[in-house]
């Protein structure tokens, strides 16, 4: 029997991605659009979102968790002038949705006036909503969910005598609904769906213990990888960490391996987002048009790539999106801008109202093997730890673990060390993007290798 048993839910009516379940929901957002304007809003958006799903963990051969998942929520934003109020509910009931209406208008009254509030400009919606293969429908019964989990985690527990332990495999299938409507008309809706299956386990010798762990995830449960090279993989990963040591301090180049390596372009888009432009907190506060990356650096934006974690055809505000380049030839091209940071800008928006969708920084060497031959003697990392991150200032440090590299070749295992620096020259100290290029999330990159960082050890 499972140890935990959790069924999530705020309504009982079924949740479907069929047209039926469209229509209500655009159904919802009409009649609340409708009450603001009765209410007397001079403008209102609202948003609604659907899901359901299952998640499901199972450690050394037993279901250990299992969560049936079915969740709702509308929010609705009213506008007088620029008196902005806001509210939201689990209660799709025609009177329930008046209430939250009501409220958000009564929340208006209370609240300062912010020139820069309100609607995107109207002439910024998506006029019209390509089919970006999103949704991909998966529900296995129970029982096959049970057996992928024990059938991942025996991979990895099989692998080898030396893996003593597990934390679990987990699987997880999600579909949902999302819906925006505004008061200029605007009213679409995007179905999508997000599958995943993971292992982390430990090995261990007479030199200690040592865990690591793999995953897969796609909107399309075709596209995962098997749980038995999933649990392979992560048994894979924690055996080469065995027998790790703590290298001495050093100034050293470095390699990131490609799943860490999108935490560096994390941080970039975070000191290059509106908000952090307009409270002048940002490193790289009005940097546009200024080189912050070495001349052979592209990255940009591509939210429209079929099936990806990241793509969408409108942003949180109804802004269509269309592919920019973010740095080109090492130089920022822009900001990433919801309408209200743009307008306290004095900028337009870019369509990134809830973020960016698919971050593309492009390869420019070859596969990891021959990044560690140009590494020679370094540092792999593999895992960070920590979040000393100073975004104002650029100042960087983070545990870390992974490989030390001697002749272009793994050498043997490292851990805990610090690295430490400062972000503007870690950029500008970028000599090559590796073209192992990490789909599982919405920023796609390589493994990174940079010229100098300061290694914290022994």
Request: hydrophobic share 35%; proline share 4%.
């Amino acid at each position: 029997m499972p140890k935990t048993l959790t069924a999530a839910s705020t309504d009982r009516s079924p949740l479907g991605t069929d047209a039926h379940s469209i229509e209500r929901l655009e159904t919802l957002i009409s009649d609340a659009l409708a009450s603001a304007r009765q209410l007397g809003a001079n403008a209102a958006e609202a948003a609604v979102t659907t899901s359901s799903g299952l998640s499901l963990n199972v450690r050394l051969g037993e279901v250990e968790t299992i969560e049936h998942t079915r969740d709702k929520g509308l929010g609705i934003s009213v506008y007088f002038d620029q008196h902005k109020g806001s509210a939201s509910t689990t209660d799709f009931t025609p009177e329930a949705i008046r209430d939250t209406v009501q409220s958000a208008c009564s929340i208006a009254r209370y609240t300062s006036a912010d020139d820069c509030a309100g609607l995107a400009d109207a002439d910024r919606m998506a006029a019209e909503i390509p089919d970006l293969d999103l949704h991909h429908p998966w529900e296995p019964s129970t029982e096959a969910v049970i057996d992928l989990a024990t059938r991942t985690e025996a991979a990895a527990r099989e692998a080898d005598p030396r893996i003593s332990n597990s934390e679990g495999a987990g699987v997880s299938h999600q579909q949902g609904l999302y819906a925006y409507g505004n008061s200029h008309g605007f009213l679409a809706t995007s179905p999508g769906s997000r599958h995943s299956i993971s292992c982390t386990v430990i090995a261990s010798d007479e030199s200690g213990m040592q865990r690591d762990y793999w995953y897969s995830i796609d909107r399309n449960p075709a596209n995962l990888e098997s749980g038995e090279a999933i649990g392979r993989q992560a048994a894979e990963r924690s055996l080469r960490r065995l027998g790790a040591r703590k290298p001495k301090t050093c100034t050293t180049p470095v390699i990131y391996s490609a799943e860490v390596a999108r935490g560096l372009f994390r941080h970039l888009t975070g000191a290059i987002s509106g908000s952090s432009q307009y409270r002048k907190a940002s490193f790289l506060l009005d940097h546009v048009g200024q080189q912050i990356f070495p001349s052979f650096m592209h990255i940009h934006e591509q939210p429209h790539i079929p099936g990806a974690l990241g793509s969408a055809a409108f942003d949180s505000e109804g802004v269509a999106t269309v592919p920019r380049d973010l740095v080109s030839d090492g130089v920022l091209q822009g900001y990433i801008l919801d309408s209200y940071s743009a307008r306290k800008l004095g900028l337009a928006t870019t369509g990134n109202a809830g973020g960016v969708h698919n971050l593309c920084v492009d390869a420019t060497a070859g596969d990891l093997p021959s990044l560690l031959k140009t590494l020679h003697q370094g540092l792999y990392i593999t895992e960070l730890m920590g979040f000393g991150i100073n975004i104002v200032s650029g100042d960087y440090s983070r545990g870390a673990s992974g490989f030390w590299v001697e002749d272009g070749e793994i050498s043997y295992p490292v851990e805990e060390i610090t690295v430490a620096g400062n972000l503007r020259d870690m950029f500008m100290n970028i000599q090559a993007v590796g073209n192992d290029i990490d789909t599982r999330g919405n920023i796609r990159t390589g493994s990174v290798l940079l010229d100098q960082l300061i290694i914290a050890g022994s």
